[in-house]
Nanobody, 115 residues
Framework: QVQLVESGGGLVQPGGSLGLSCAAS????????MSWSRQAPGKERELVAS???????YYADSVKGRFTISRDNAKNTMYLQMNSLKPVDTAVYYC?????????WGQGTQVTVSS
């Protein structure tokens, strides 16, 4: 079965950096586009960044120039490097994939940006 496991969240000061990982299993990872989304308290989940099977990338305007999405097909893992973090980036971050038309989500990892 499809499994997505995020890791790497934590507490960081404004202006700091954090790296997230999403370990995937249960589907042919290299053939699928993947995404990172986030949900802040009281807000809807929003798409942060995505990466295609060919490694083309998309970023939300709010993170463009600060976040970098990447993937390692040999490790079945997707990454999100977050730099110049702001308090508004505080949220639970989820990785996501659509397999056979069905969305799958990880359990999420908390990122808190605070001094």
């Amino acid at each position: 079965q499809v499994q997505l496991v995020e890791s790497g969240g934590g507490l960081v000061q404004p202006g700091g950096s954090l790296g997230l990982s999403c370990a995937a299993s249960g589907f042919p990872f290299r053939a699928y586009g993947m995404s990172w989304s986030r949900q802040a308290p009281g807000k809807e989940r929003e798409l942060v960044a995505s990466i295609s099977s060919g490694s083309s990338t998309y970023y939300a305007d709010s993170v463009k120039g600060r976040f970098t999405i990447s993937r390692d097909n040999a490790k079945n893992t997707m990454y999100l490097q977050m730099n110049s973090l702001k308090p508004v980036d505080t949220a639970v971050y989820y990785c996501n994939v659509f397999v056979n038309g069905r969305p799958y989500w990880g359990q999420g990892t908390q990122v808190t940006v605070s001094s």
